[in-house]
């Protein structure tokens, strides 16, 4: 990129000298002249951006519209300097026209690579999120919980009071530890999928906030898994707002085919949206980016029976391929 910075700096001095002859009325033929030089400048700097550069469609934007204004300038140096009006020399403003043109699609591009990094960026550090779940999970059964166990299994024989409230209090810490660990990383979901691993969402809700969850997830393919991970974690999340947010007592979760595509629904009897909307508090955050690199619309808002939904709509069944890298962003809540 030194290149491409001392050349861009050339040309923004050769583009400032000819701003000023401009704005002096100094000369025509100078003012051609450093207009010229500056736009080609630019243009030369253009062509050394290199293709790995991160930001180059950005780059690439900012030269062109600097082009873009050293070739205003240069045309308009011309005009003034022919003795009588040329107005071929107008003709001169398409090629003008077309470096801006091209600098708004450089910048669009730009927006879309950065978006694209976002997303990258986001799976990152989902994926790793995921991976640290699984290893703590993993270990919390293998190893605390097995130990717990064998204290438990231990400490039967004893028949004092004091052995039963020790073993009271193992059990309890193993019903916990059974908890965290199917919180952090449900065993079902990579087992059995992911409409197992719903109805075992829906039934440590009960057995832990005492509310009614239903789950119908009748005829849902097996997903890639990081696909079946992402909608397991936008319900549990969803499960977890109606529950503490809400005040939520009947939950619906349905999950299947639609047309050609996906659709999962969670219906609450909740509060509904609080009236500034759900702020990223609400856990909509990590809802988003999950659905965002799913490639699926999202919706959050108000049920037209009360209480909140919470809508996510594939456009194929994801049964082909594993969750794709960009697309649609989530829809606004209608």
């Given at each position: 990129m030194?290149?491409?910075?001392a050349?861009?700096?050339?040309?923004v001095a050769?583009?400032?000298?000819?701003?000023?002859?401009?704005?002096?009325?100094?000369?025509?033929?100078?003012?051609?002249?450093?207009?010229?030089?500056?736009?080609?400048?630019?243009?030369?700097?253009l062509?050394?951006?290199?293709?790995?550069?991160?930001?180059?469609?950005?780059?690439?934007?900012?030269?062109?519209?600097?082009?873009?204004?050293?070739?205003?300038?240069?045309v308009?140096?011309?005009?003034?300097?022919?003795?009588?009006?040329?107005?071929?020399?107008?003709l001169?403003?398409?090629?003008?026209a077309?470096?801006?043109?091209?600098?708004?699609?450089?910048?669009?591009?730009?927006?879309?690579?950065?978006?694209?990094?976002?997303?990258r960026?986001?799976?990152?550090?989902?994926?790793?999120?995921?991976?640290e779940?699984?290893?703590?999970?993993?270990?919390?059964?293998?190893?605390?919980?097995?130990?717990?166990?064998?204290?438990?299994?231990?400490?039967?024989?004893?028949?004092?009071?004091a052995?039963?409230?020790?073993?009271?209090?193992?059990?309890?810490?193993?019903?916990?530890l059974?908890?965290?660990?199917?919180?952090?990383?449900p065993?079902?979901?990579?087992?059995?999928?992911?409409?197992?691993?719903?109805?075992?969402?829906?039934?440590?809700?009960?057995?832990?906030d005492?509310?009614?969850?239903?789950?119908?997830?009748?005829?849902?393919?097996?997903?890639?898994?990081?696909?079946?991970t992402?909608v397991?974690?936008?319900?549990?999340?969803?499960?977890?707002?109606?529950?503490?947010?809400?005040?939520?007592?009947?939950?619906q979760?349905?999950?299947?085919?639609?047309?050609?595509?996906?659709?999962?629904?969670?219906?609450?009897?909740?509060?509904?949206?609080?009236?500034?909307?759900?702020?990223?508090?609400?856990?909509?955050?990590?809802?988003?980016?999950?659905?965002?690199?799913l490639?699926?619309?999202?919706f959050?808002?108000?049920?037209?029976?009360?209480?909140?939904?919470?809508?996510?709509?594939?456009?194929?069944?994801?049964?082909?391929?594993?969750?794709?890298?960009?697309?649609?962003?989530?829809a606004?809540?209608?």
């Amino acid at each position: 990129m030194s290149k491409v910075v001392a050349l861009a700096g050339v040309g923004v001095a050769l583009l400032g000298t000819a701003i000023v002859l401009e704005l002096g009325n100094l000369g025509p033929q100078t003012e051609l002249w450093f207009g010229v030089g500056a736009g080609v400048t630019f243009l030369l700097a253009l062509a050394v951006v290199p293709a790995a550069e991160p930001r180059r469609f950005t780059v690439r934007a900012r030269l062109l519209a600097a082009a873009g204004i050293a070739a205003l300038i240069a045309v308009a140096a011309l005009w003034q300097g022919t003795v009588k009006p040329a107005p071929e020399v107008l003709l001169l403003l398409i090629p003008v026209a077309l470096l801006f043109a091209t600098a708004g699609l450089a910048l669009r591009e730009s927006a879309v690579e950065q978006r694209r990094a976002r997303l990258r960026e986001a799976g990152s550090r989902l994926d790793g999120a995921e991976a640290e779940r699984r290893r703590w999970a993993r270990e919390l059964h293998d190893e605390t919980l097995q130990e717990l166990a064998a204290v438990q299994v231990l400490l039967a024989p004893g028949t004092p009071a004091a052995l039963a409230d020790a073993r009271e209090i193992v059990g309890r810490q193993i019903q916990s530890l059974r908890r965290l660990i199917a919180q952090m990383r449900p065993l079902a979901l990579d087992a059995l999928g992911l409409a197992a691993a719903l109805e075992d969402l829906a039934r440590h809700a009960r057995d832990r906030d005492g509310v009614e969850v239903a789950v119908a997830a009748h005829g849902l393919p097996r997903l890639p898994a990081p696909a079946e991970t992402a909608v397991y974690r936008i319900v549990q999340e969803a499960l977890t707002n109606a529950v503490r947010h809400a005040g939520a007592r009947h939950i619906q979760v349905e999950a299947g085919p639609h047309g050609t595509g996906l659709r999962v629904l969670v219906r609450d009897d909740g509060t509904g949206p609080p009236p500034g909307g759900f702020t990223a508090g609400h856990g909509l955050l990590g809802i988003r980016e999950r659905a965002e690199l799913l490639g699926a619309d999202l919706f959050v808002g108000a049920s037209a029976s009360g209480g909140t939904v919470v809508r996510l709509d594939f456009p194929n069944q994801l049964t082909d391929a594993a969750p794709r890298g960009a697309g649609p962003g989530p829809a606004a809540p209608r």
